[in-house]
């Protein structure tokens, strides 16, 4: 694993879901964004369109002494939507649907990584379901046609 970049490991990637783990440690002071999830590279993805992920579950870990952690929806517009925050010692699990907010959104995820310092570690398990139209969303267009290459939504 390398220090002061966080490692992303994609555990499952069926037609309606995405699941990703992502560890990071730290040995100096670290303010960072990084996409850790690239819609279109994903199982289904048609990449002429932009394939909306949103956050259904996630499972965390964090020891971190200085700063915070949070998982953004990516815009290609204007800035990105903050779905998840997590900071200082912090453990969390929770299922719920955090619908992708970002205003013109790209469908990849991005992680902040805000002042963090020497000896802060985290560990995320994360769980996006992938967005078809008229499924989740209540705009028709946004995840239209963007799955084209899995299973009809349920």
């Known amino acids: ?3 002061n ?3 992303v490991l994609v555990l ?8 990703v783990k992502v560890i990071g440690f730290y040995n100096a002071a670290t303010n960072a964004n990084s996409v850790i999830v690239t819609a279109n590279t994903l199982r289904g993805a048609n990449t002429s369109l932009p394939c909306i992920l949103s ?7 964090s020891s971190m002494n200085n700063g915070f952690l949070a998982i953004e929806y990516v815009s290609s517009v204007n800035a990105n939507s903050k779905a998840i925050t997590m900071g ?3 453990d969390g699990i929770f299922n719920q649907y955090i619908p992708n907010s970002a205003n013109t959104p790209t469908g990849d995820i991005n992680l902040l990584q805000q002042s963090l ?3 802060d570690a985290f560990t995320l398990v994360l769980t996006f379901v992938k967005e078809f139209q008229g ?10 046609g963007a799955w084209a290459n899995t ?3 349920y």
């Open 151 to 153: 299973q009809v939504g």
């Open 1 to 3: 694993m390398a220090v």
């Open 5 to 7: 970049v966080p490692e």
């Open 135 to 144: 499924t989740y969303w209540a705009s028709p267009s946004r995840g239209a």
């Open 12 to 19: 499952d990637d069926q037609d309606h879901y995405v699941t």
């Open 55 to 61: 956050l259904t579950a996630a499972t965390y870990t």
């Open 117 to 119: 310092g020497s000896a």
């Open 88 to 90: 200082r010692f912090n």
